[in-house]
């Protein structure tokens, strides 16, 4: 039993247990002491959840139940930390993992994620190598990638990849042909590829990227990807000339493009583009905007809090979408410093953010896990956990201190990281699948693919000589046991076992259709009986060549359970036995439209062979929602 309180303090204790309200974290937004201190323990629990840096596991990687682009959020994330504090505990870490996903042409494009990896996925790595690059992160040994060029990398291979054969231009979602949504265009892929060309352009001074920014900008506005209000939907098909546009909006689509235009407003102020510079000023405020109407919940901007709009007020965020609330503070932070008329205005939506969010981290064993929703919960823990709660929650709190931390540099402002703008060259991953898969082809690889070569043909002819040999044997020694009966070549002597024993000679001389009957009775397609002990040669006469036997096997027959699947069939055709094919072309096409778990949340699941319904629109949310 608790005794009574003695003094203020002890009561206002007494009364939060009573209430079973009590937080893991004492945080101050103002106060940088308390803001490192929260983040990490927050960065620490993170961690917690990656285990690539750990014997027997692969660095890079996130357990399973992950795809393999967020792992690269989460190493932007670590970047991000060290960058902010100062805490130098799991660069040794984030440098391993990044450098170890590489692939064998320093782009980001592992072979071991031919099957999930997007133009999207991509560049959310190289994201995470621009960012180490402007905030001068620790650079890898002379011989190994550097930060710059890799980013450099993505580039140049997702503009090799820019598809004017439909919608007139844009990135496809997906790189490989073989993915489900190779057919589809979405601004995820669209705003990475933004986003890195103007953060290239800024940093390097070059043009051509920010050329690629304004094309990439361009399009999206064309084809209706962003609207007048500057939201930003989801994607379109190219089956349909990206006019199908999907109406999701998630806020890491509008955050990508907030930074990257922020980065095109600072690029042309340097460039002495004054035109330019205003207009981009324009598009920051837009998306700003849209920003803070779509995805941040409250009256005004003293109370408003982030949400994830298009799933979390309906509890259906798959795994991917509890993450994009980590980027979207990420960016808005960052923004800042390139655009810093809206510093004001974004520091109090993430501080408002920060301290809600924080509020919230009760779940988990040790009893400061942290959950996905911020907004209107009155700080009780959601019940989930996971990669992407704790990624958000970290960088809404690490984003209060973008005042004191340093501006990201370029390389005539002390920028130390290595470029190469040819790096990745022009192979999009798709024009030279043998070479991306296995590295440039040598002489050795020649020599040997030939000395290969030759010894399997060799063992195929020594097989084939003694095939033959062996026939020809074969013949030579039964030639006595078959004996012409005379001219007609309908009638021949052959020798058969039979029950009395072997060694018997049969003589058989009858008509076509005895013969035939004798053969066999055929009982359906794919089955045959025999009618006598053993079943005799038929005549060149009558089928054009000596048949053989066909093996008898029972008919198969559509099952009970799949009976009832739907057939392309004619009514006659579909009453008839067929043999039954699980996952057929037909029955694919006539599946339902939705899997029997639940509709997809994001067009993301299409990679995992889902088809999405058209959107709904709640009424308690100013928003399109999935449900």
Not at 186 to 213: P, V
């Amino acid at each position: 039993m608790l005794s009574p309180p003695t003094n203020c303090a002890t009561a206002v204790a007494w009364l939060l247990i009573a209430s079973g309200l009590s937080y893991a974290y004492e945080f101050d937004a103002e106060s940088t002491d308390s803001v490192k201190a929260v983040a990490k323990q927050l960065a620490a629990d993170l961690v917690s959840m990656y285990h690539g840096n750990q014997p027997g596991q692969t660095p890079g990687l996130l357990p399973q139940s992950y795809y393999w682009w967020e792992a690269g959020a989460l190493m932007g994330a670590l970047i991000d930390y060290w960058y902010y504090t100062g805490d130098t505990t799991y660069n040794d870490v984030t440098q391993q993992g990044m450098l170890h996903q590489v692939g064998p042409y320093n782009d980001f494009m592992p072979p071991n994620q031919t099957l999930t990896e997007g133009n999207d996925d991509q560049g959310f790595w190289g994201m995470a190598a621009m960012s180490a690059a402007e905030y001068n992160f620790q650079n890898p040994k002379d011989r190994q990638p550097q930060w710059l060029a890799l980013a450099q990398a993505v580039f140049n291979t997702q503009a090799a990849r820019w598809d004017t054969q439909y919608c007139n231009g844009g990135l496809r979602w997906q790189i490989f042909t073989w993915n489900n949504g190779f057919n589809y265009k979405n601004s995820i892929s669209q705003a990475c590829f933004f986003n890195l060309a103007a953060r290239l352009a800024l940093y390097t001074g070059n043009g051509t990227y920010a050329d690629w920014a304004v094309r990439t900008w361009d399009w999206m506005v064309g084809v209706n990807f962003i609207d007048k209000s500057y939201r930003v939907y989801d994607g379109a098909t190219v089956e349909h000339n990206c006019t199908d546009i999907t109406p999701y909006e998630f806020s890491y689509n509008v955050g990508a493009f907030l930074l990257g235009a922020a980065a095109m407003a600072e690029y042309s102020l340097k460039a002495e583009k004054t035109d330019d510079a205003a207009q981009w000023h324009e598009r920051v405020d837009g998306l700003l905007s849209s920003t803070e109407l779509i995805f941040f919940f409250g009256n005004d901007v003293n109370d408003k809090v982030m949400i994830e709009i298009a799933c979390e007020s309906v509890n259906l965020c798959d795994v991917d979408q509890q993450s994009f609330k980590a980027y979207l503070s990420r960016w808005m932070a960052a923004t800042t410093k390139w655009a810093p008329w809206t510093s004001d205005r974004i520091k109090k939506l993430l501080r408002n953010s920060a301290q809600a969010a924080v509020k919230q981290c009760t779940g988990g064993d040790n009893g400061r896990m942290c959950g996905l929703k911020w907004a209107n919960n009155s700080g009780q823990w959601d019940g989930t956990t996971g990669v992407g709660q704790q990624m958000a929650v970290m960088e809404v709190v690490l984003a209060n201190m973008i005042e004191v931390a340093k501006q990201p540099v370029t390389n005539s402002t002390g920028g130390t990281s290595a470029g190469n703008p040819g790096a990745g060259g022009s192979d999009n991953g798709r024009v030279d699948p043998v070479r991306w898969h296995h590295g440039p082809i040598n002489n050795g690889d020649r020599a040997g693919a030939a000395f290969v070569t030759f010894a399997i043909l060799a063992v195929l002819l020594a097989a084939l000589i003694f095939m033959l040999s062996d026939e020809i044997e074969t013949v030579d020694q039964t030639s006595d046991l078959v004996q012409p009966m005379g001219p007609s070549k309908s009638a021949i002597t052959i020798f058969r076992p039979t029950i009395e024993g072997v060694g018997a000679r049969a003589n058989w001389n009858a008509t076509t259709r005895e013969r035939r009957k004798y053969i066999v009775n055929h009982q359906g397609f794919g089955s045959a009986t025999t009618t006598g002990e053993s079943t005799p040669m038929c005549d060149a006469d009558d089928f054009g060549s000596p048949p053989r036997q066909v093996p008898k096997r029972n008919l198969v027959t559509t099952s009970s359970s799949a009976s009832s699947l739907p057939l392309a069939e004619s009514d006659g055709q579909r009453n008839a036995p067929r043999l039954y094919l699980p996952y057929s072309y037909e029955d694919l096409l006539s599946a339902p439209t939705h899997h029997t778990q639940g509709r997809p949340r994001d067009p993301r699941h299409q990679r995992r062979g889902f088809i999405w319904d058209p959107p709904t629109i709640h009424p308690s949310i100013n928003a399109y929602s999935p449900y």
